[in-house]
């Protein structure tokens, strides 16, 4: 069973800085690209950032310049740094990583619970 597990959701003012982690665990072989993916009320769920397991980035026009999406592959980590917060990125935040277990060693993708983050203007 794999398994992400999301941190550090909370309340912040706008213009502030949050960081969230998202930690991978159990029967792991390999993970491939993780990524954060976020969702506002009554909104579809959004790219936010991705990273490849060698470091290769990807941001959604929105947060680019303001977030900052890495990655710790000893500790099955990711995390988003996110600064200069803005109304607009209040949302529940969900990491996703592509993952192949020892179980079965088929590649699956795997979602985490969501944090959520709050911004108040």
């Known amino acids: 069973q794999v398994q992400l597990v999301e941190s550090g959701g909370g309340l912040v003012q706008a213009g502030g800085s949050l960081g969230l982690s998202c930690v991978a665990s159990?029967?792991?072989?390999?993970?491939?690209?993780m990524g954060w993916y976020r969702q506002a009320p009554g909104e579809q769920r959004e790219l936010v950032a991705t990273?490849?397991?060698?470091?290769?980035?990807d941001y959604a026009d929105s947060v680019k310049d303001r977030f900052t999406i890495s990655r710790d592959n000893a500790k099955n980590t990711v995390y988003l740094q996110m600064n200069s917060l803005k109304p607009e990125d209040a949302a529940a935040y969900y990491c996703?990583?592509?993952?192949?277990?020892?179980?079965?060693?088929?590649?699956?993708?795997?979602w985490g619970q969501g944090t959520l983050v709050t911004v108040s203007s």
């Open positions: 159990g029967s792991i072989f390999h993970i491939h690209v």
């Open positions: 990273i490849s397991r060698h470091g290769s980035t």
């Open positions: 996703k990583a592509g993952i192949v277990p020892t179980t079965d060693y088929i590649y699956r993708e795997v």
